[in-house]
Structure formats: C-alpha cells, structure tokens
C-alpha cells in the first residue's frame, strides 16, 4: 500500500487522553509521533471541562499532606462501582497506575503541575474508605500568552467558568464564589483587579490571560508537545481504520478536502470523545429523552471513533450511558450550562410537571439523573423538570444564565426566555404551577413541606443535605442544613432543568494495556483507545475528575504497550535512554 505520511504512532483527538498518549509515545522512544484533530482548534472536551482528575495518592496529593492508601480507594470502588459494569481489573489497573502515570508526567515536563483539592470531597461519602478531600486535583491556572500564536487554535473552558462571561476561576475560586463562602468578597476584588489591571491584555481580548480549569490543563500538556515539536494536525477528520491481515496499520483521514493515508508503525490509538452530538447515535443506545441540544460535551464528538471501530470488529460495553449531568439551556447562550451548584444551594427544590420533587438536589449530579432516569416512564415522566425558587434565592445566587438579581434584574431578561417554557415568574407558587403547567396542588405540598424541613434542618423525602458532598455546594451560613431554606418570598421563579450531560462515556472494550478488544476478548491488533470513544472505567462518578484520570492513565498505559515497556524497572530505563539521545 502506498501512503501519504508515515509515523511511529498516530493518535486521534486532542484532548486530556490524546495528548498524554503522544507525551508519553514520545519519551518512551517513538518520537514521531502525529495527532489529528477533527475541529479548527484543539481539546475538545477536556478543554470545555472542568480539568480536574481523581487520582487518589497521587504525589500531589501527598505533597500537600493528604492521607489515603490504595486500600481504601479500593474498598470505596468495590462499593460504589456496579460488579457487572466494569471489569475489576481495569478499575484495579487504574488505582495502581493512575500515580504512576501522574508521577512521569509532571517529572518529564515542567508544564505539568496540578493543585490538590483539599476539600472537594468523593460523591459517595457514605461508602467505606471515601475521603473528604484530597482525591481529585485541578490543573494550575496559566497565562493564555504562554502559547503564543496557538492560544487562538485553544478551545476555551465553558463560558460558565468565565465569572462575568469575563474572568476564568478555578474549580475552588467558583466553590468559593457561588456559595458566598468566607472571602468570596476578597476573592471578587482580587480577580477583577488582575483582570482591569492587565492592561496590554485587556483591550484586545473578551476574556482574561489567565485561564483555568480544563483550557488550562489542555494548554499545559500542548506546551509539552509543543516542546518537543510533536504536530498536531487541525481540520483533520480520521475517516476510516485501515486493517492489514487482522492488524490496524493506519488510518485513513481527510485533509485539505482530499483522502490522505497515514501509517502508523506501532499503532493508532483512538482518544475522540463520545458520541453525544450524534442524535442517531442517542436515539439508537441511550435512554429516552435524550437530545444533543441538552449536551455539554463539543459538537464534534459525533461518535466518529466507535463508528470506526466497530467496522473492524471492537466490541462495545456501557453504550447506554453517559457522564450525566442536568443542564440549563438558554436561548441566548451557545452551549448548555451544567446546572451543578445552583440547584444544590438553599432555598429551591427541582419538580417534574406533576409537582413532585425527583430526587436529593444537592447530591452529586451523575447520581441525580440516574435516579431520574431510572424513575422515568410515560407514566412517570421527569422530563422536563424545573426548578423552583423564590425573590430571596435569586438576590443572593448565581442561577445559571440569569446571574444574581442584581447583576442581571428580571427587566433585562430577554423576551425568548419566556417562550417556549424555558422559565416563569409569578407572585405565588400557584399562579408560576398555572403558567407552566405544572400541577399546582402538588407544587404547593412540595414547597410547603420543604418550607418545614428547612427549619428542622432534615429533608424528610431525600436526605438532602446529609453528607459532605451535599454540603460542599450548600451555603454554609445557612443553618441547620446549609441546603435547606424556605421558599416564601415573592416572586417565584422557575427555570427548565434538562436531563443533560457532558459527554457519553461508553465505547470500545479495552483491556489493561487499552488495546481495543473483540467480542471473543481477543485484542485488535496496533488498536488502542482511551477517554469518551473507550467504555468508562469509573462509569458512576465516584469523585471530580473520574473522566479525565481515567482516559490520561490509559493514554499513557497505551504508550507503554506500543513501546514494548513491561514493568517499571523498564519504563525508568527507557525514558533515561530517550533523555539521553534528545540532549
């Protein structure tokens, strides 16, 4: 066969997983390393997200004084992770690699550096061996003019990060700022003066140098390709796997318009997203409703990966799923936001159109849509839900695209965000049930019960409030349960919530090596994945950051195979080597 290019190792995406597969390729000797990127700019999801990883004993972590053991992070796996959605081995594998991989990479590039998260605590509080801080970490924020010319190619983190649509903040900086905690007043004053003081900056850019979250941990890991000249290749669409006698060799991708072949000598690995922006795809594997309009994931993740590798043979697990999360969309915004915190805080509840609450609201947000999903049915329906809060709520927190009441009063609200259902105000819980529909007996019961709960500080339907993580996202001012409060001040408020998410997260079947498997559990030969387009190996969510952990330890674990590096004596010989023939 005769081809176009030809590279050691070809990887398709750009994103968390995609880029640690080619660092990794590199310093362990395949240094011609190639990524090819679908969109006009680079990162994808791992971009738009919050950026953080959960690796429990990482060095990070114990750097900062946190105490944990793999023991424990076993125990709280075993319970919090469905025996039959995921091969143990693969969660063990990841528990043990997961520092290892975090370890190279932040002694191999000094770009690398993350913040523990001392007080983000597990999902799953209530599962032995959870810890209340400590697992997840957050990419340190940097300067967008790092990159040079190539900070114009970056996807920038979802709008909703931007304080203002203006200024970036850390995953902490937003706990700190939506939930009025001690020094959001300080921490305001100190963001905005950086931001009006960068003056150079300013006046030729919307948001400011300093980016956060996922735009921060995507530029990090492209400062390191970049230093070591691995080239990613924009506006270039993989379009089919090419397969040689039961081996994958190559791909074949559209560049300038036009077929071009690329052969990859030691292997392709597949590190595209999910599949959430294909509504065939949704209507064909995912439970009902589902709709690409509720999803935060970038509408390039077309399933485009599994597509491919389904057509040589690789066998799928968790199709029927996805990294859910309930959104908001306003019609005026470009992507739905990730309703997260608002619906956590004091003083609102979320109800289907019957009037009844669906689930603990301040529960971790992949738990809450899969309890409404598992609640859902014609007869049952939860879809669409809104939620519910008064005059008092909307002074004092941010709700999605409508701010605070006082940066953006009811008077400035567009006219389309009262058509169509999207959201209702009225002077009385009954009147706001009456404009949208929903059943006003029940609203009346639901709110007046919560109005109740509030002053014992007990949710009595859901618990809400009862573990850490609730109150993580609750207003600790707020007492007895800093996520109960009344709703009793006029007017009320309803805004739609949609049963969202950002990202699908099942795929190809992969093994410990993240070579992709057949159904009969053989492996595809020169055929790796990682990340959205792979099946999820921690697929309920048991802390912040349980996708991208994941999809970078086996983007890393893919580079290992490919380079023929077995165990760690290995690895430390091989990377000397490649430091030594670089220099």
Request: aromatic share 8%.
């Amino acid at each position: 066969m005769s081809w176009d290019h030809e590279v050691d190792v070809l990887v398709v995406g750009t994103g968390n997983g995609a880029m640690t597969a080619a660092l990794s390729a590199y310093e362990m000797g395949l240094q011609n390393v190639l990524l090819l990127e679908k969109a006009a700019k680079f990162g994808g999801t791992s971009s738009v997200s919050g950026g953080g990883i959960w690796i429990p004993n990482s060095h990070f972590s114990k750097a900062a004084g946190a105490s944990d053991s793999l023991e424990d992070a076993r125990a709280y796996l075993k319970d919090t992770i469905p025996a039959d959605e995921v091969p143990w081995q693969l969660v063990d594998n990841y528990l043990q690699n997961a520092p290892k991989m975090l370890k190279f990479l932040s002694e191999r590039s000094s770009h690398i550096d993350y913040i523990s998260l001392g007080h983000y605590p597990d999902y799953y509080m209530q599962s032995p061996g959870a810890r209340d801080g400590h697992r997840s970490l957050e990419p340190q924020p940097i300067n967008k003019s790092d990159l040079g010319e190539d900070m114009h190619d970056l996807v920038d983190t979802h709008h909703m990060i931007y304080m203002m649509d203006r200024i970036g903040m850390t995953q902490e900086e937003a706990q700190i700022l939506m939930t009025r905690a001690k020094g959001w007043i300080a921490l305001t004053m100190k963001l905005f003066a950086r931001y009006l003081t960068d003056f150079g900056w300013l006046f030729k850019h919307k948001h400011s140098r300093r980016i956060t979250c996922g735009s921060a941990g995507v530029a990090r890991l492209f400062l390191s390709l970049k230093d070591r000249n691995i080239p990613i290749w924009l506006n270039t669409p993989m379009q089919e796997l090419i397969e040689e006698e039961g081996k994958i060799v190559g791909v074949i991708a559209e560049k300038d318009g036009k077929p071009f072949r690329i052969h990859a000598k030691n292997g392709v690995v597949l590190a595209a997203g999910g599949f959430e922006h294909n509504q065939q795809m949704r209507d064909q594997y995912l439970p009902k409703p589902t709709n690409t309009a509720w999803s935060g994931g970038v509408k390039s993740n077309t399933g485009d990966a599994h597509q491919a590798g389904m057509k040589v043979g690789a066998d799928t697990r968790l199709m029927n799923s996805a990294w859910w999360c309930t959104t908001i969309s306003a019609p005026d915004e470009p992507s739905p936001r990730l309703a997260i915190i608002e619906k956590s805080m004091p003083g609102s509840c979320v109800v289907n159109m019957r009037g009844e609450r669906i689930a603990n609201e301040s529960q971790n947000y992949m738990a809450y849509q899969r309890e409404l999903f598992e609640k859902h049915s014609d007869d049952t329906a939860q879809v669409p839900a809104y939620m519910i809060f008064d005059s008092r709520f909307r002074k004092e927190y941010v709700v999605g695209p409508l701010l605070t009441k006082g940066l953006r009063p009811d008077s400035k609200l567009p006219e389309s965000y009262f058509e169509n259902g999207f959201m209702a105000i009225a002077d009385s819980i009954g009147e706001l049930a009456d404009k949208l529909g929903i059943d006003k007996t029940n609203l009346g019961t639901t709110v007046a019960n919560l109005n109740q709960d509030s002053i014992t500080g007990k949710d009595r339907e859901f618990g809400r409030g009862d573990t850490a993580y609730d109150q993580y996202y609750g207003d600790a001012a707020v007492t007895p349960n800093p996520c109960l409060a009344p709703i009793d001040e006029g007017p009320f408020y309803a805004i739609r919530i949609d049963p969202g998410d950002f990202g699908t997260h099942g795929g190809l079947q992969i093994n410990s090596n993240a070579q992709v498997l057949r159904a009969d559990g053989s492996n595809i030969e020169g055929l790796y994945a990682c990340g959205n387009c792979a099946a999820a190996i921690l697929p309920t969510y048991p802390g912040p950051g349980s996708t991208l952990g994941p999809a970078m330890t086996y983007g890393w674990l893919a580079a290992k195979h490919m380079s023929g590096i077995t165990n760690d004596a290995a690895l430390a010989e091989k990377t000397d080597e490649t430091e030594t023939a670089t220099a």
